[in-house]
């Protein structure tokens, strides 16, 4: 595979106007007809180069043009393209192709999954389906036909309006779909199943009536009222907060069990994965729901974020990602609360973007070159783009922000754009010149600030020192200093914000303010500072960078309870357990009876004597910075020493808050009793909270608490409680109790694929001994399916993301399972394994021992034989 680059793109030779498939679908073969209106590309001069379309795993059995069938001598065919010269401007292309869907295990083009034909044509997968330009800046408009048995397949689907339908009279039927809108082949799909639907309208702010349904297997019938209800309501806010409004009279959304991604929006019809999209009580956790939640609206969103105004080229995937991932986090804060989405995202992004970040894999939110376009669906381009997006919206204010995405919709609609040209519409309305902020576009790695202070008390001046620097990543150095939107507030001794008055302003500012850091060294003096204040800096994790700031312990203890920052002060928190847990895993080396500092007991007493704080937070204030967070922290870690670390602090808390663990936990719990099941934040907040002390509890090893764990396993009227308590039977010494209830879960859920998702990778992430016997055993039992994604990232992923000390053991035997389940996967779906391979790439942040483990399964794969475009990138990368 080579390289391809962004500086190499060139507007496309030819256009096509318009494209009309028909689908003729049987069991073992698929025929796709395709006729195409083209025409030279109008901005390029009127010479007539060739044409050369795209196509793969397609067998051509008539290729006609302007009605004339070509001979053998008139085009060329090779694994990846159909070449073949026009030889006039305007033109027609009609050809037929055999494909094979029910072969297809990589999940791209037009394939089977339980019975259904669907398709997954992002990025690249539509010319698995038909030759053509897949390239997003061609936008056509297309009618679609769909030809299959009418008994197996009563729901013939596809974008748009259906504007005709028929019988024949061989037991098959018809139905064709005009869509009206022009769009790039990505956004095409089509939809062939026994599927029933759910109905509901929305009436658009204009007054149109939209009809929504959601399709699904016959059984998941009563698990979409959730994704319906917020559908409806992303709906309305895109109409209030965006000004935008759904364009087609009908919003159609597909649930399928085997898909490489979590939804996509094709146009009028998105597809999802059904763990994003069914979810009720018994089922799905709380988390679930508000991943459905976001999912719909993440997709729904893109309709103008993406499908109306779209990408020019695949380098500029963030444009539409990043900006949709922005908005899919402010309508989930809307919808939730703002703290805890924030914090949420926060970790997220630190833990697993920071890691991608600092990895061999690093690359800039417009990247410069790939291999495989599939590769770069990545955290950078979806978190870290969204980071970018927040920092204009941070730096404009809301209401500028606002006029320009207004401007950006309204000047680029129905076009294929850049980065550049979003940046363009904020420049505009704000008059600002974001040349230098653009750097967040082509420069990787995760900036560092370091801030210094010094207070004068004779002056009343005040000064924070700023310097920034960004680590070298693959292929860049020396880069520039970025803008940086620094939120921040001076706090007084008493947690008051204090008035904020740089040298040179005349007046205050009360609260917080936004520095803009700009250069690689900058200094703030504020003058009129009273008193020698704290500073609370980043609030609301204002820039997605690192920041250190020498503060004390008493300091973070302070920070914790007082500032009035919600985000920040968990941030405190998570300092202070951060160098508590480090403390730990460097005695840990020289003794089993480490000592802890006593501040982090000390403080969570607090917390939980502490009536009036809203349980939401509480329950994030007690939660530790995970493991996969600590490891980011060193050079080089040893991940089972900050296994234990974290283990020995969370079993230490556990033992000295018992007692009022204990009667918090009852309180919660008798409340969860009597109130039936509602996916609203309080509730979840009240959930939350309970299953993280019942998590502590456990750690205590009292009979009287497993009793009360079993007993919410067994009366729960939720997913959410029952399997908190499930992990906690798991990953107890309480084997007997542990098994009785996955056997009894197994039993009651096991027609449930999604639900039986969750049992897999509660087991395969169980931190006690031989998990990895554990995993192998999974993958024997009936309900897994290496063909199915979503049942590998619940056993393999969990594994390998989740289970520190047995994916990480000391004898590579984690590694090694990892690699084989990789090399297996390539063969099947090649996505798929580059992406489950991922937790390898990290080498380079492991100590040595782990360093040379890791790199000899590395090289495993790579001499394991031919490999997919996709794994081959990244073992080019991680292996240099
Ligand atoms: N399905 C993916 C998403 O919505 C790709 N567009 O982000
Ligand atoms: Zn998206």
Not at 93 to 117: A, C, H, W
Not at 423 to 448: H, N
């Amino acid at each position: 595979p080579k390289m391809i680059k962004l500086s190499a793109y060139r507007l496309p030779d030819y256009l096509i106007e318009e494209t009309h498939l028909t689908f003729e679908l049987h069991e073992s073969y698929a025929l796709v007809h395709a006729r195409l209106v083209m025409q030279r590309n109008p901005s390029l001069d009127t010479h007539l180069p060739p044409l050369v379309l795209d196509g793969q795993k397609l067998e051509l059995i008539d290729i006609n043009l302007n009605g004339e069938r070509l001979s053998a001598m008139e085009y060329t065919v090779t694994d990846k393209h159909l070449t073949l010269q026009p030889t006039t401007i305007e033109f027609e292309l009609d050809t037929t192709v055999r494909i094979e869907p029910q072969n297809n295990t990589e999940l791209e083009g037009l394939y089977k999954s339980s019975g259904m034909f669907c398709t997954q044509c992002e990025a690249e997968g539509f010319r698995k389906i038909t030759y053509y330009l897949d390239r997003p800046d061609v936008m056509s408009r297309f009618t679609t036909t769909i030809f299959a048995d009418k008994q197996n397949y009563p729901i013939l689907l596809s974008n748009g309006n259906p504007i005709a339908q028929g019988e024949d009279d061989d037991g098959r039927h018809w139905v064709t779909w005009e869509d009206p809108f022009k769009k790039p082949a990505y956004l095409f799909a089509v939809v062939a199943g026994d599927l029933w639907c759910v109905e509901d309208t929305f009436t658009t702010m204009s007054g149109r009536e939209v009809a929504l349904r959601i399709y699904v297997e016959p059984e998941n019938i009563d698990k979409c009222q959730h994704a319906m209800n917020s559908l409806k309501k992303c709906m309305r806010w895109d109409e209030e907060k965006y000004g935008r409004e759904y364009d087609l009279d009908i919003f159609m959304v597909v649930a399928v069990n085997d898909f490489n991604m979590g939804a996509m929006e094709n146009k009028g019809l998105n597809i999802f994965n059904s763990s994003c999209v069914l979810a009720k009580a018994e089922t799905a956790t709380d988390a679930a729901h508000q991943r459905v939640e976001s999912i719909v609206a993440h997709e729904y969103f893109h309709n103008w974020s993406g499908n109306r105004v779209t990408c020019r080229d695949w380098f500029q995937l963030s444009l539409k990602e990043g900006f949709t991932v922005f908005r899919d986090t402010q309508f989930s804060a809307d919808m939730n609360s703002d703290v805890v989405k924030r914090i949420e995202d926060v970790s997220y992004l630190r833990t697993h973007q920071f890691a991608e970040d600092a990895g061999p894999m690093a690359h800039p939110v417009r990247p410069a070159e790939y291999m495989e376009i599939s590769n770069f669906y990545t955290l950078t381009i979806y978190e870290k783009g969204a980071e970018v997006v927040r920092m204009l919206h941070t730096l404009l204010g809301e209401a500028v922000f606002r006029q320009g995405a207004d401007l950006y919709f309204e000047r680029h609609d129905g076009q294929a754009v850049t980065c550049d040209d979003f940046i363009a519409a904020m420049e505009t309305v704000s008059g600002m010149d974001l040349t230098q902020f653009k750097l967040w576009y082509s420069q990787a790695g995760t900036p560092r600030l370091v801030i210094t202070d010094s207070y004068d008390a004779a002056t009343q001046t005040y000064c924070l020192q700023v310097k920034q620097s960004c680590p070298d990543t693959p292929d860049q150095t020396d880069k520039k200093p970025f803008v940086i939107p620094l939120r921040m507030a001076l706090l007084s001794q008493q947690g008051q914000s204090l008035p904020l008055q740089l040298q040179g302003e005349s007046i205050a500012m009360k609260g917080e303010r936004v520095l803009a850091v700009t250069e690689a060294e900058q200094s703030f003096i504020f003058q009129k500072v009273t008193e020698q204040p704290l500073p609370s800096l980043l609030r609301s994790f204002s820039a997605p960078v690192i920041m250190e700031y020498n503060y004390s312990r008493d300091d973070l203890v302070f920070l914790l309870q007082h500032d009035t920052d919600g985000f920040n002060r968990w941030e405190a928190g998570q300092q202070l357990s951060l160098q508590v847990i480090e403390d730990v895993v460097g005695q840990l080396y020289e003794t089993d009876e480490p000592m802890m500092d006593s501040r982090l007991v000390e403080v969570f007493t607090a917390l939980l004597a502490q009536d009036d704080l809203d349980p939401a937070m509480l329950a994030e204030f007690l939660s530790l910075p995970s493991t996969g967070y600590i490891i980011e922290q060193y050079e080089q870690a040893d991940p089972l020493a900050i296994h234990q670390a974290r283990e020995y602090v969370s079993n230490q808390l556990a033992y000295a808050l018992k007692e009022p663990m204990r009667v918090r936990y009852d309180a919660l719990r008798k409340t969860s009793l009597e109130t039936p099941y509602v996916a609203q934040a309080s509730d979840i907040a009240r959930r939350r909270l309970q299953n993280m002390l019942l998590a502590y509890l456990m750690r205590t090893n009292d009979l009287d608490i497993l009793d009360e764990c079993v007993d919410q396993f067994g009366v729960a009227d939720n997913m959410t409680e029952r399997l908190a308590a499930l992990a906690c039977l798991v990953n107890s010494p309480f084997t007997d109790e542990a098994q009785e209830a996955l056997k009894r879960f197994a039993e009651r859920f096991s027609e449930d694929p999604i639900v039986m998702d969750q049992w897999f990778s509660v087991q395969a992430a169980a931190v006690v001994p031989s998990g990895l016997e554990r995993v192998t055993h999974l993958l024997e039992h009936p309900a897994f399916s290496i063909k199915n994604p979503n049942k590998v990232r619940a056993v393999i992923g969990a594994f390998s993301m989740q289970n520190t000390p047995n994916f990480h053991a000391e004898d590579g035997s984690g590694y090694a399972f990892l690699a084989d389940k990789v090399i297996e996967l390539d063969a099947l779906n090649p996505q798929i394994a580059a992406r489950i391979i991922s937790p390898l790439t990290r080498w380079q942040r492991y100590d040595l021992h782990h360093q040379e483990l890791m790199l000899v399964q590395l090289k495993r794969i790579k001499n394991s034989g031919e490999l997919s475009a996709d794994l081959f990138e990244v073992l080019e990368k991680s292996l240099v």
